[in-house]
C-alpha cells in the first residue's frame, strides 16, 4: 500500500527505546499480572479521562460485559443500543442475557438519536448505551436528561473517543459507567487485547475489579460467579508510554482531519464528516459518503490506498441478531448510510503527502 489504512508500526517505534526496558524487567521478574505497571496505568487513565476509578481488563468486550452487570443490568432486561456500532455493544448486552434495542442514528454524525431512544423506552428498559462512534461523543446532554427522567443507566461505550469531549465532559465520564478498548488500532491501543471500566462510583469499580477476578477479592475467596479479565502488566506498560504521547497523537489526527476537509471540498460526490456544536472529535476515524461505495473502495485499493468500511451492516440486519425480529427499512439513516460510508487513512503519523495521494486516488474515481 503506497497508504495504508493505519500505521501501527510508526507508533511503535515512537515508543520502543521507553518500552523495551521495562518489558526487559518484567521478563525478568515475570511479573506479568498486575503490579506496579497495572497500578499506575489504572492512575494515570483515570487521571486522564477525568473519573476517579479505572479498573483494566482484557478487552473491550469484557469491559463493555462488566460495566452493564455493574449498571445492574440483568437477564430480560433491554438495553437500549445504537444500531452503527460494532457489534461488540450489542454483544456485551446479549452475554449476560440481556436484550438490546437497537435504535436509529442522526443524519449528520451517525451517533445515536435522543428522539428514537426515547420513543424506544419501555417498562423493561434498564441502560441506554451511547457509543462515541467515530472518534466523537454521543449527544450526551439529551441522553442524560432521558435517564434521569425515566430512572436509567448509562452505560457509555467510549472505545473509540480517548481524549474526545463534548461541553459537558470527556467521553468515558460522562454516565454512570463506562467501557473503553485499547486494540491496537485505538487512539490508545495496546499492543494486543486490552480494555478498561471508567467511573466515579468506589462500589462500582470494586465490583467490577471482583468479576473481573472470578469473583474473588480474596484468593480462593468467591463473592459471586465472575469472569476472568484483567489487564496484564506487558500491555499496561505500553499504554502508559502511549498515553504520555496521546495529547499530542489526537492534535496530529485533528490537523490531518482539517487538511482533509480542506482537500476534500472541491470533489464533487464526497460528503465530508462534520462535528457536533461542542464536540471536541479526536478523529479515530474519518468517514466519508460516496455514492457507489464498494466500487469506490475496490479502486483506491486497486491505487494502493487502504481505506476501510465501518460498517457495513446495520446491526439489526446481522445474521446474529435475526431472532429479534428486525426487517430491512426500520432504520432508514443507518441502513442508507451503510451503503455509503468510507473511511480513509488516519493515524497519527499521517502526512500531508499521503493525503494528498488519497484525495487524487478518490478524485479520480468517484
Same mark, same amino acid.
Given at each position: 500500500? /503506497?497508504?495504508? %489504512?493505519?500505521?501501527?508500526?510508526?507508533?511503535?517505534?515512537?515508543? !520502543?527505546?521507553?518500552?523495551?526496558?521495562?518489558?526487559?524487567?518484567? %521478563?525478568?521478574?515475570?511479573?506479568?499480572?498486575?503490579?506496579?505497571?497495572?497500578?499506575?496505568?489504572?492512575?494515570?487513565?483515570?487521571?486522564?479521562?477525568g473519573?476517579?476509578?479505572?479498573?483494566?481488563v482484557?478487552?473491550?468486550?469484557?469491559?463493555?460485559?462488566?460495566? %452493564?452487570?455493574a449498571?445492574?443490568?440483568?437477564?430480560?432486561?433491554?438495553?437500549?443500543?445504537?444500531?452503527?456500532?460494532?457489534?461488540?455493544?450489542?454483544? !456485551?448486552?446479549?452475554?449476560?442475557?440481556?436484550?438490546?434495542v437497537?435504535?436509529?442514528?442522526?443524519? =449528520?454524525?451517525?451517533?445515536?438519536?435522543?428522539?428514537?431512544?426515547?420513543?424506544?423506552?419501555?417498562? /423493561?428498559?434498564?441502560?441506554?448505551?451511547?457509543?462515541?462512534?467515530?472518534?466523537?461523543?454521543a449527544?450526551?446532554?439529551?441522553?442524560?436528561?432521558?435517564a434521569?427522567?425515566?430512572?436509567?443507566?448509562?452505560?457509555?461505550?467510549?472505545?473509540?473517543?480517548?481524549?474526545?469531549?463534548?461541553?459537558? *465532559?470527556?467521553?468515558g465520564?460522562?454516565?454512570h459507567v463506562?467501557?473503553?478498548? %485499547?486494540?491496537?488500532?485505538?487512539?490508545? #491501543?495496546?499492543? @494486543?487485547d486490552? *480494555?478498561?471500566?471508567?467511573? &466515579?462510583?468506589?462500589?462500582?469499580?470494586?465490583?467490577?475489579?471482583?468479576?473481573?477476578?472470578?469473583?474473588?477479592?480474596?484468593?480462593?475467596?468467591?463473592? /459471586?460467579?465472575?469472569v476472568?479479565?484483567?489487564?496484564?502488566?506487558?500491555?499496561?506498560?505500553?499504554?502508559r508510554?502511549?498515553?504520555?504521547?496521546?495529547?499530542?497523537?489526537?492534535?496530529?489526527?485533528?490537523?490531518?482531519? !482539517?487538511?482533509?476537509?480542506?482537500l476534500?471540498?472541491?470533489?464533487? #460526490?464526497? /460528503?465530508?464528516?462534520?462535528?457536533r456544536?461542542g464536540?471536541?472529535?479526536?478523529?479515530?476515524?474519518?468517514?466519508?459518503?460516496?455514492?457507489?461505495?464498494?466500487?469506490?473502495?475496490? &479502486?483506491?485499493?486497486?491505487?494502493?490506498?487502504?481505506?476501510?468500511?465501518?460498517?457495513?451492516?446495520?446491526?439489526?440486519?446481522?445474521?446474529a441478531?435475526? =431472532?429479534?425480529?428486525?426487517?430491512?427499512?426500520?432504520?432508514?439513516?443507518?441502513?442508507?448510510?451503510? @451503503?455509503r460510508?468510507?473511511?480513509?487513512?488516519?493515524?497519527?503519523?499521517?502526512?500531508?503527502?499521503?493525503?494528498? &495521494?488519497v484525495?487524487?486516488?478518490?478524485?479520480?474515481?468517484?
Amino acid at each position: 500500500m /503506497r497508504v495504508p %489504512f493505519v500505521d501501527l508500526v510508526s507508533q511503535q517505534a515512537e515508543i !520502543a527505546d521507553e518500552v523495551l526496558p521495562v518489558w526487559e524487567r518484567l %521478563f525478568a521478574t515475570a511479573g506479568f499480572i498486575g503490579g506496579e505497571q497495572v497500578d499506575a496505568f489504572e492512575r494515570e487513565y483515570a487521571e486522564f479521562a477525568g473519573v476517579r476509578y479505572c479498573v483494566g481488563v482484557g478487552n473491550g468486550t469484557d469491559a463493555l460485559e462488566l460495566a %452493564f452487570r455493574a449498571a445492574g443490568v440483568g437477564q430480560g432486561d433491554e438495553v437500549i443500543v445504537p444500531v452503527n456500532t460494532f457489534i461488540a455493544t450489542a454483544e !456485551a448486552v446479549s452475554r449476560i442475557g440481556a436484550v438490546p434495542v437497537f435504535v436509529d442514528v442522526d443524519p =449528520d454524525q451517525l451517533l445515536i438519536d435522543p428522539a428514537a431512544v426515547e420513543a424506544t423506552i419501555t417498562p /423493561r428498559t434498564r441502560a441506554i448505551a451511547p457509543v462515541h462512534l467515530y472518534g466523537q461523543t454521543a449527544p450526551m446532554e439529551a441522553l442524560a436528561a432521558l435517564a434521569e427522567r425515566h430512572g436509567l443507566a448509562i452505560v457509555e461505550d467510549a472505545a473509540q473517543s480517548q481524549g474526545a469531549s463534548s461541553a459537558v *465532559g470527556r467521553a468515558g465520564a460522562l454516565g454512570h459507567v463506562a467501557a473503553t478498548s %485499547f486494540y491496537p488500532g485505538k487512539n490508545l #491501543g495496546a499492543a @494486543g487485547d486490552a *480494555g478498561a471500566v471508567l467511573t &466515579d462510583d468506589p462500589a462500582v469499580a470494586e465490583f467490577v475489579r471482583n468479576l473481573g477476578a472470578h469473583g474473588s477479592s480474596v484468593k480462593y475467596v468467591h463473592d /459471586r460467579v465472575g469472569v476472568n479479565s484483567r489487564l496484564d502488566a506487558v500491555q499496561a506498560a505500553v499504554l502508559r508510554a502511549k498515553l504520555r504521547r496521546l495529547g499530542t497523537w489526537n492534535t496530529a489526527r485533528r490537523a490531518a482531519a !482539517a487538511h482533509y476537509a480542506e482537500l476534500l471540498a472541491d470533489v464533487p #460526490g464526497v /460528503r465530508v464528516p462534520t462535528v457536533r456544536p461542542g464536540n471536541e472529535d479526536v478523529w479515530h476515524l474519518y468517514v466519508v459518503q460516496v455514492d457507489e461505495r464498494d466500487r469506490v473502495h475496490a &479502486d483506491l485499493g486497486s491505487a494502493g490506498i487502504g481505506a476501510a468500511i465501518h460498517y457495513p451492516t446495520p446491526l439489526h440486519l446481522t445474521a446474529a441478531y435475526a =431472532d429479534l425480529g428486525y426487517r430491512n427499512g426500520e432504520f432508514p439513516v443507518a441502513e442508507a448510510a451503510a @451503503g455509503r460510508i468510507l473511511s480513509l487513512p488516519m493515524f497519527p503519523h499521517l502526512t500531508a503527502e499521503h493525503q494528498s &495521494d488519497v484525495v487524487d486516488a478518490l478524485r479520480r474515481t468517484v
